[in-house]
């Protein structure tokens, strides 16, 4: 009966504890079939431009298996059309089965007055007559489904979407950082990694361009195979030649045997070479050779050596600049310059700065044997907010610098090196500098004199340690302006 307590009550349950869209279409169909004793039924759902059906579910008594949905075209379009339930009786329509039907009821399903989709039922039962309030049933129901199954189809789309996400940004890589930079980057590596193209990794130096270029490599076909690097820029140019391509035999002084070079080493594997903007213009036409036909020759040698290679290459340098200066070959910068990559300075990402300050004063307490428990708030704050040219090179050696220097569980300001800790936020007003200058050297003098000149007990009156009173007294100059 329309008014079926049971068929709600089951309507209710089902919307209520399933969250598979195609359960759900197919328990509704199923509910409101049995009630408004209907033999078959399905749900078409349009997509997001409204005119195709993104999805449709089917149900049919007979439980045939792996039958299509079977629905009247020309109800549908109707329902479409007018948005509204029509109900339809000995017609004769024809199905898209080709079975005769000879009753409908199809109903609109409606979301802040937009029409996503309908709920058709129909019969091939000649004996089969639907009601008026069977239509007035069904269309409370559509009311009622239509907002569930948009939330439940819009749920399964983010849920989709969100594992599409992490399959694509699940890299393995060793950078360190949760920022957006470093979700960029690994979205670059899982975008490019599975590929062979050539890539061009740009970059202040420090940036961690050859940790892009090995997540590259580890996420390839290729990593099973070896990660040869090579420095460009920390090797003389004659014997860069020989470090890249090898040599024969006798191919110059000292040459006692065949040397394989780097080139076919990585056979099969990924070659990086950092700096590549410092090869010799002689090196750059045999790199292009090796980029064009896979092949070259080794120093000395006269048979072509076939590789397999995938190339990655950084620089510091603008390459464009050192094209028109006539450093650097055009052609080469096209090879290399297939996909690129800028590798951000550590300025530009400071909300990955506590991370990595963490995991540096871990690794380095490791390498000396030191329990430490982290960086202070003051300690981190100095990190933060200088500007740090060197980049994530230069917060190691400073994180190394306050472990092995440090006489504390924490990183203290006092441990880290002095042009950092000197170092004032440059957009900060020159007033507010001079103030804060001077509040330093008044507190300085004033316990220096309280404790008749003993650093020590002055430093403990100011709560830091006495090393970095000493090197606050250098710094501000006071000793030198005859104040202490």
Request: glycine share 8%; proline share 4%.
């Amino acid at each position: 009966m329309p008014g079926d307590r049971n068929a709600l009550l089951e309507i209710s349950a089902a919307i209520h504890s399933t969250r598979d869209l195609e359960t759900l279409e197919k328990q509704l169909l199923e509910i409101v079939s049995r009630t408004l004793y209907a033999d078959r039924g399905a749900i078409l759902l349009l997509g997001e431009n409204g005119e195709q059906f993104a999805s449709v579910c089917g149900w049919d008594s007979r439980e045939e298996l792996n039958r299509p949905a079977e629905y009247s075209r020309a109800i549908i379009d109707r329902v479409l059309r007018e948005k509204a339930p029509v109900l339809s009786n000995r017609d004769s329509a024809a199905g898209t089965g080709g079975d005769r039907i000879t009753a409908a009821l199809c109903v609109p399903l409606v979301v802040f007055q937009q029409i996503r989709g309908v709920i058709y039922l129909d019969s091939t039962d000649p004996l089969a007559h639907f009601e008026p309030g069977q239509l007035e049933w069904l269309s409370a129901i559509g009311g009622i489904a239509a907002l569930v199954l948009e939330d439940v189809r819009r749920i399964q789309w983010l849920e989709s979407e969100n594992c599409r996400l992490r399959a694509e940004i699940a890299v393995d890589h060793e950078m360190v950082g949760t920022g957006p930079a470093i979700r960029e980057m690994e979205r670059f590596i899982a975008r490019v990694a599975p590929t062979d193209s050539t890539v061009l990794i740009r970059g202040e130096s420090g940036t961690g361009k050859e940790l892009v270029a090995r997540a590259i490599h580890r996420n390839s076909p290729r990593s099973g195979r070896a990660f040869v690097a090579i420095n460009c820029a920390a090797i003389t140019d004659t014997l860069l030649e020989s470090e890249l391509f090898g040599h024969e035999k006798g191919a110059f002084t000292g040459a006692a045997g065949q040397q394989k070079g780097k080139i076919e080493a990585a056979d099969g594997g990924t070659l990086f070479l950092d700096e590549v903007g410092e090869l010799a213009l002689s090196l750059q036409a045999k790199l292009l050779r090796v980029l064009q036909e896979r092949q070259f020759e080794r120093v000395g040698g006269t048979h072509p050596v076939r590789v397999d290679i995938r190339l990655v290459a950084a620089t510091n340098r603008d390459l464009k600049t050192a094209i028109q200066s006539g450093a650097f070959r055009q052609d080469l910068y096209y090879r290399l310059n297939v996909v690129s990559l800028t590798t951000p300075p550590l300025r530009q990402r400071r909300e990955d700065i506590p991370l990595l300050a963490s995991h540096f004063v871990r690794m380095h307490a490791r390498k000396a044997r030191r329990q430490m428990r982290g960086v202070s708030a003051a300690a981190l704050a100095y990190l933060i907010q200088y500007d740090w040219p060197g980049n994530i090179r230069e917060l190691e050696n400073a994180i190394e610098r306050a472990v092995v220097l440090g006489s504390t569980e924490w990183v203290l300001p006092e441990d880290l090196p002095e042009e950092l800790v000197e170092t004032e936020p440059a957009a900060a007003p020159t007033r507010y500098h001079e103030t804060v200058k001077e509040s330093k050297k008044d507190l300085i003098l004033k316990a220096v004199r309280e404790t008749g000149g003993n650093y020590t007990e002055a430093a403990r009156l100011l709560g830091i340690h006495p090393n970095y009173l000493h090197r606050l007294i250098r710094n501000l100059n006071l000793k030198a302006s005859g104040k202490l």
